[in-house]
């Protein structure tokens, strides 16, 4: 192996499930990293240090499965529990889904429920969702009957009334089930949204446009969201992404940019993933080892992310809390764990290499040597990246502004403690 360059660990394997069952969870998943840390540390203090039950990880994941056996709800709810619902789905979802502003969804819903409301339509089963993430905090029971009448709805009409509301549906039935701790079955039914998504063509502008502009423009950023969840699920979980580009049109990689913040969320964590997503195919993949010269390259991508938005991203999260509205400020937060996260993945390697060096007590007699030093300063970067993510997430929960149930700062978080 040249001097430039660094072994990556193979972290993949097996993890069981909450029944028991194997599951795979490859390189770049949180828990895959866990082994690497847990065979550094038994390299410094020896396996007499642990106890032998560490030997095997499990997957964290909701032990009982959510049943929908309760149909006495009452119905319709009250204005200010729709409006309540409303404001925390999008405090729960802003930056990783745009199907609408908290006022749009929280009109869309008071209508249906005057109009239609035992629809059994997969437009009910949307709203249903909606509701059903909107209470999954404050009101877990009724959170799951909303959500298993609109999963059942969903899956009944699955293959005969498809359409955009039917990937809307099952796209936030994954968003569910991951908030809920389910990450496998999420990876099943977004599996199943992307797969609905192809049937109509959504990932083709030219089909699209077909439909009128403002439709256009709704399908695809659907088919955006489609694409953050995608990668925050597989990332998450280190298994290949459900969407692919080879015959996608829609124009998701450029940039987008709108002064409020609100529009621009989604495109911020979007930007990052697309880099996010091209570091684990260069790094993780291909013949497992990573030159100086690549991490740079990337580097320089993740910097221009950084010296465009992050001032923006700083001022929402930092702010006085009047100044911003409590989603912009979670989708703030969402788009800055993501970059930090980016920075960790990069340059793990390094920081791994530079572990057990000195856990060999090997004396750097090159010291001065450029590739030396080039590892040390990313492995120093990785451990910067931790602790600035730690102080992003610490600071916003001191002041009670981040809601419980945040899948993507739980993935992040849980990969951070590894570091620090």
């Excluded at 690497?36 to 964290?60: E, I, N, Q």
């Excluded at 088919?223 to 580009?245: E, F």
């Amino acid at each position: 192996m040249d001097d430039d360059e660094t072994m990556v660990p193979r972290d993949s394997g097996l993890l069981q499930d909450s029944h028991g069952t194997l599951m795979f969870v490859g390189d770049v998943a949180p828990m895959s990293h866990l082994q690497s840390v847990r065979h550094f540390l038994t390299a410094l203090a020896g396996s007499d240090g642990f106890p032998s039950g560490l030997s095997c990880d499990s997957l964290l994941e909701q032990t009982n499965p959510v049943t929908g056996n309760d149909t006495s709800f009452s119905w319709p709810i009250a204005s200010s529990t729709v409006d309540a619902a409303v404001h925390a789905f999008s405090d729960a979802t802003h930056g990783v889904l745009d199907i609408g502003g908290p006022n749009q969804l929280g009109q869309q819903i008071k209508h249906w429920m005057s109009d239609h409301p035992v629809a059994h339509n997969v437009g009910s089963a949307a709203n249903y969702l909606i509701l059903a993430i909107g209470l999954q905090h404050s009101d877990e029971q009724l959170a799951n009957t909303y959500y298993c009448k609109a999963r059942d709805i969903t899956m009944a009409r699955l293959t005969f009334d498809t359409n955009p509301l039917t990937v809307q549906s099952l796209l936030l039935i994954a968003i569910y089930m991951l908030r809920g701790c389910q990450p496998n079955g999420s990876y099943i039914y977004f599996g199943l949204a992307c797969r609905v998504s192809y049937s109509i063509g959504m990932h083709r502008t030219e089909v699209n446009a077909r439909y009128g502009k403002d439709v256009q423009a709704q399908r695809e950023r659907l088919y955006k969201s489609l694409k953050v969840t995608d990668l925050l699920i597989s990332i998450g979980l280190g298994r290949p992404p459900a969407l692919y580009d080879l015959d996608c049109t829609v124009p998701y990689k450029m940039p987008f940019h709108d002064s409020t913040g609100d529009m621009s969320a989604l495109d911020d964590i979007c930007q990052v993933l697309i880099i996010m997503e091209n570091i684990i195919i260069e790094v993780y993949g291909g013949q497992r080892k990573v030159s100086l010269q690549l991490t740079r390259q990337f580097s320089q991508r993740l910097k221009g992310w950084a010296d465009e938005r992050m001032p923006r991203l700083n001022a929402m999260v930092k702010g006085p809390r009047e100044a911003h509205r409590s989603w912009t400020v979670i989708g703030a937060c969402h788009a800055l764990a993501t970059y930090y996260f980016s920075v960790m993945l990069l340059a793990r390697p390094f920081l791994m290499y530079e572990a057990y060096q000195m856990l060999r007590r090997k004396e750097n007699s090159t010291s001065g040597n450029a590739a030396a030093r080039g590892r040390r300063t990313l492995a120093e970067g990785c451990v910067d990246a931790a602790c600035c993510l730690v102080e992003l997430v610490l600071g916003l929960t001191r002041d009670n502004r981040l809601p419980q149930k945040l899948p993507v700062l739980t993935y992040v978080s849980h990969h951070t403690k590894r570091k620090t």
